[in-house]
């Protein structure tokens, strides 16, 4: 009998039981899609502005690391590829589309910051989500079950998106736990260890259903690389983040198979080819084609949809060095991980005209500057391999740099022949022990070619009898910058009596602190401080302070920005140059590993002593190409060169035409820094007249 009928004595509306069962059906249906045909049926994904289609043969290298999402006999998926190839929204939406809709289970998003956690939640999902209709029909539509990072469904899965943390990866148990753009964070977590290690933890009670995924493009660097004969055919340079876990795995690669003579392949960076008959990037660019390593047999990039979808994934040893497929699975290397990694020349979203665009210049900028930086993103993050850096302070010993500073006899003090402008840099030490400013006269000719003439410490002030200087506990004692840096002048070397005046003197502004009468005391207040009292005596324009700032905050070598918030003394008002340390560094290894003579040739000073040449390959990189000073180790020469070189880019230094340079970077003859021996060099700029406009309105 249907209850569904009112009774009159109770006064209520029975529902059908029926028609509850009928309408809920669903929750229990058994289904049994795999993750690519139920991406390929039912999953809409976010494209920036709306949402598209997802199909699987736009992408067909995602199909196979999705399919093994499913698999029990494995207990992890792992790929490694480039940026732009759509691995994101195959391994992450695709995944969860999968598990919502076909197998429930708590899952576990890892993504690289929490505000990036909810960026994603808040748009690529919630997009997604409202328009795949499976995932919909599925949601409660109660706003506790919807939340930025935690989304509950009417099948019983909870989704939590969240950051690595220790508690986000402690104590909670989840059947699936996944994280996006692995190489973005780093690899441990607090004092709990490796990220990965943290993940599998959390799923291992649900055993072989459960499943970790890690997906990213490479972001660490190779530090010791092997060589091709030491590696595995599959196997990446050994770093940290995702390489390794790829490494761990099964490695399989993405092969094409060649037209011509039918053997598989490695579409890898190297394949591509172009015409260097150009002079124009662009258009040697235009002219890339793919060419089979073993026949020549070319490919055009109308082809690399179709050879993708012909394309077949191997795991280390299923391909011969003929590019014969192997089926003796004693050769193959197996696995509970499956590890899947790719290069840019498949990705569906990157043309190879704009990747060989891309290799081009930053290959232009690293032979021209020295920096490394864009060669590095664009092997990380275009091509989908770890970077291994060509230059390593370490890689050059003090010896060999003694060595060759004897090729240089230029005095100490003098301004050498060839030189046009000069850079005073100042490292400021404030602690208890050892306080100091130290300084160092960097000169830079044509071609930015550079010399070191002088560096020198301040350590007492004739003003308190010859007493220490301390800077970060008397103001007064940076007043002596003044005289002893910014206004000092260096003779030129040609006898005439000329003096050269500093363009511009850089000053750490961040230097250790120390403590007066129990209370911390700071160097930035001190150094905005004196930055009034030199703009009050026009000498402002000749004096930058300078901070480090950490790599990924910095997109430029240097940033001049006007802090207001973090001193009530500088009112935005303060100039401050921020600096991108590592590229800077970077630079000055560059420079000084240049062993013929030409632009940006570091003469090293032959004056100097040892302990020059020690600071100044102190340090070393660290995997993620941050320059690291070991503790109790004196970096200072280090330092100082790479102020001068954040000061010479400042002024423009990088892109000046010699054969008409600006007047500060001029011969001698009409070098306004350049001043005659029977003149006094005036420094001080008058003010120029302010009239107090009315701001309007608006002020
Ligand atoms: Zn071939």
Same mark, same amino acid.
């Given at each position: 009998?249907?209850?569904?009928?009112?009774?009159?004595?109770?006064?209520?509306?029975?529902?059908?039981?029926?028609?509850?069962?009928?309408?809920?059906?669903?929750?229990?249906?058994?289904?049994?899609?795999?993750?690519?045909?139920?991406?390929?049926?039912?999953?809409?994904?976010?494209?920036?502005?709306?949402?598209?289609?997802?199909?699987?043969?736009?992408?067909?290298?995602?199909?196979?690391?999705?399919?093994?999402?499913?698999?029990?006999?494995?207990?992890?998926?792992?790929?490694?590829?480039?940026?732009?190839?759509?691995?994101?929204?195959?391994?992450?939406?695709?995944?969860?589309?999968?598990?919502?809709?076909?197998?429930?289970?708590?899952?576990?998003?890892?993504?690289?910051?929490?505000?990036?956690?909810?960026?994603?939640?808040?748009?690529?999902?919630?997009?997604?989500?409202?328009?795949?209709?499976?995932?919909?029909?599925?949601?409660?539509?109660?706003?506790?079950?919807?939340?930025?990072?935690?989304?509950?469904?009417?099948?019983?899965?909870?989704?939590?998106?969240?950051?690595?943390? /220790?508690? *986000? $990866?402690? =104590?909670?148990? !989840? @059947?699936?736990?996944?994280?996006?753009?692995?190489?973005?964070?780093?690899?441990?977590?607090?004092?709990?260890?490796?990220?990965?290690?943290?993940?599998?933890?959390?799923?291992?009670?649900?055993?072989?259903?459960?499943?970790?995924?890690?997906?990213?493009?490479?972001?660490?660097?190779?530090?010791?690389?092997?060589?091709?004969?030491?590696?595995?055919?599959?196997?990446?340079?050994?770093?940290?983040?995702?390489?390794?876990?790829?490494?761990?795995?099964?490695?399989?690669?993405?092969?094409?198979?060649?037209?011509?003579?039918?053997?598989?392949?490695?579409?890898?960076?190297?394949?591509?080819?172009?015409?260097?008959?150009?002079?124009?990037?662009?258009?040697?660019?235009?002219?890339?084609?793919?060419?089979?390593?073993?026949?020549?047999?070319?490919?055009?990039?109308?082809?690399?949809? /179709?050879? *993708? $979808?012909? =394309?077949?994934? !191997? @795991?280390?040893?299923?391909?011969?060095?003929?590019?014969?497929?192997?089926?003796?699975?004693?050769?193959?290397?197996?696995?509970?991980?499956?590890?899947?990694?790719?290069?840019?020349?498949?990705?569906?979203?990157?043309?190879?005209?704009?990747?060989?665009?891309?290799?081009?210049?930053?290959?232009?900028?690293?032979?021209?500057?020295?920096?490394?930086?864009?060669?590095?993103?664009?092997?990380?993050?275009?091509?989908?391999?770890?970077?291994?850096?060509?230059?390593?302070?370490?890689?050059?010993?003090?010896?060999?740099?003694?060595?060759?500073?004897?090729?240089?006899?230029?005095?100490?003090?003098?301004?050498?022949?060839?030189?046009?402008?000069?850079?005073?840099?100042?490292?400021?030490?404030?602690?208890?022990?050892?306080?100091?400013?130290?300084?160092?006269?960097?000169?830079?000719? /044509?071609?930015?070619?550079?010399?070191?003439?002088? @560096?020198?410490?301040?350590?007492?002030?004739?003003?308190?009898?010859?007493?220490?200087?301390?800077?970060?506990?008397?103001?007064?004692?940076?007043?002596?910058?003044?005289?002893?840096?910014?206004?000092?002048?260096?003779?030129?070397?040609?006898?005439?009596?000329?003096?050269?005046?500093?363009?511009?003197?850089?000053?750490?502004?961040?230097?250790?602190?120390?403590?007066?009468?129990?209370?911390?005391?700071?160097?930035?207040?001190?150094?905005?401080?004196?930055?009034?009292?030199?703009?009050?005596?026009?000498?402002?324009?000749?004096?930058?302070?300078?901070?480090?700032?950490?790599?990924?905050?910095?997109?430029?070598?240097?940033?001049?920005?006007?802090?207001?918030?973090?001193?009530?003394?500088?009112?935005?008002?303060?100039?401050?140059?921020?600096?991108?340390?590592?590229?800077?560094?970077?630079?000055?290894?560059?420079?000084?590993?240049?062993?013929?003579?030409?632009?940006?040739?570091?003469?090293?000073?032959?004056?100097?002593?040892?302990?020059?040449?020690?600071?100044?390959?102190?340090?070393?990189?660290?995997?993620?190409?941050?320059?690291?000073?070991?503790?109790?180790?004196?970096?200072?020469?280090?330092?100082?060169?790479?102020?001068?070189?954040?000061?010479?880019?400042?002024?423009?230094?990088?892109?000046?035409?010699?054969?008409?340079?600006?007047?500060?970077?001029?011969?001698?003859?009409?070098?306004?820094?350049?001043?005659?021996?029977?003149?006094?060099?005036?420094?001080?700029?008058?003010?120029?007249?302010?009239?107090?406009?009315?701001?309007?309105?608006?002020?």
């Amino acid at each position: 009998m249907s209850l569904k009928t009112f009774d009159p004595r109770l006064g209520v509306q029975f529902a059908d039981a029926a028609e509850i069962r009928r309408k809920l059906a669903y929750l229990c249906r058994p289904v049994n899609k795999s993750p690519v045909l139920a991406a390929d049926e039912g999953l809409w994904i976010s494209d920036g502005t709306d949402v598209t289609k997802f199909l699987s043969s736009q992408v067909p290298y995602i199909r196979e690391p999705m399919e093994c999402l499913s698999r029990r006999i494995y207990e992890a998926v792992i790929l490694m590829g480039p940026a732009r190839s759509g691995k994101t929204k195959g391994l992450v939406e695709g995944w969860i589309n999968y598990t919502v809709t076909q197998a429930p289970g708590d899952m576990l998003l890892i993504y690289s910051t929490k505000k990036k956690a909810e960026s994603m939640s808040k748009k690529d999902l919630a997009r997604c989500f409202a328009a795949t209709e499976e995932i919909n029909k599925l949601r409660t539509g109660r706003k506790s079950d919807d939340t930025l990072t935690f989304k509950h469904f009417l099948n019983g899965m909870n989704l939590s998106l969240d950051s690595a943390t /220790e508690s *986000s $990866l402690s =104590a909670e148990t !989840f @059947r699936y736990a996944g994280c996006s753009d692995y190489d973005r964070a780093d690899d441990g977590v607090g004092q709990e260890g490796s990220k990965f290690q943290l993940m599998l933890k959390r799923i291992q009670n649900a055993k072989s259903s459960g499943m970790a995924m890690a997906e990213s493009s490479p972001g660490r660097i190779v530090r010791q690389p092997k060589s091709p004969a030491e590696l595995g055919p599959h196997e990446a340079q050994p770093c940290g983040g995702i390489a390794q876990l790829y490494n761990q795995g099964d490695r399989r690669r993405f092969y094409w198979q060649c037209d011509d003579c039918g053997f598989w392949f490695l579409p890898d960076f190297e394949t591509l080819h172009w015409e260097g008959k150009y002079s124009d990037p662009q258009d040697v660019a235009k002219s890339t084609y793919c060419q089979c390593p073993r026949c020549l047999h070319r490919i055009d990039e109308h082809q690399k949809q /179709e050879k *993708s $979808l012909a =394309a077949r994934w !191997f @795991r280390e040893g299923a391909v011969d060095s003929f590019g014969e497929e192997v089926t003796d699975e004693d050769k193959i290397r197996q696995s509970k991980w499956a590890s899947f990694g790719f290069e840019g020349v498949v990705a569906a979203y990157q043309s190879w005209e704009n990747l060989v665009y891309r290799y081009l210049t930053a290959q232009t900028l690293y032979e021209d500057s020295g920096d490394e930086d864009s060669l590095m993103s664009f092997y990380n993050i275009d091509v989908g391999r770890p970077y291994i850096l060509q230059i390593e302070g370490k890689d050059i010993g003090v010896h060999e740099l003694m060595e060759k500073a004897k090729g240089n006899p230029y005095l100490r003090g003098v301004v050498p022949v060839g030189g046009r402008f000069l850079i005073m840099s100042i490292d400021v030490q404030g602690g208890k022990s050892n306080a100091r400013f130290v300084v160092q006269a960097q000169v830079f000719g /044509e071609g930015l070619q550079r010399w070191v003439i002088d @560096r020198f410490e301040i350590l007492t002030t004739p003003h308190r009898n010859g007493d220490r200087i301390n800077p970060a506990i008397y103001a007064e004692d940076w007043d002596l910058l003044i005289e002893l840096v910014i206004k000092k002048t260096y003779p030129v070397a040609d006898g005439s009596g000329r003096v050269m005046k500093p363009i511009l003197t850089l000053c750490d502004s961040g230097g250790s602190a120390s403590e007066k009468d129990g209370k911390k005391t700071s160097v930035t207040d001190f150094a905005y401080q004196f930055y009034n009292r030199l703009k009050a005596k026009g000498l402002s324009h000749l004096f930058r302070l300078v901070k480090g700032a950490s790599n990924k905050d910095m997109d430029s070598l240097i940033k001049e920005s006007y802090p207001d918030k973090r001193s009530k003394l500088a009112h935005g008002e303060i100039p401050l140059l921020m600096l991108h340390t590592s590229r800077l560094k970077n630079r000055v290894v560059a420079s000084y590993s240049r062993d013929e003579f030409g632009s940006r040739y570091f003469h090293l000073p032959a004056w100097a002593e040892r302990e020059w040449f020690d600071e100044l390959t102190a340090e070393f990189i660290d995997e993620k190409g941050q320059w690291i000073c070991p503790d109790k180790t004196r970096n200072e020469s280090f330092d100082l060169c790479a102020y001068a070189e954040a000061g010479m880019h400042f002024l423009g230094g990088d892109d000046i035409h010699w054969e008409s340079a600006p007047p500060w970077a001029s011969e001698w003859q009409i070098n306004p820094n350049v001043i005659d021996a029977d003149l006094q060099p005036v420094f001080e700029r008058k003010p120029k007249k302010r009239y107090n406009h009315s701001r309007g309105i608006f002020g």
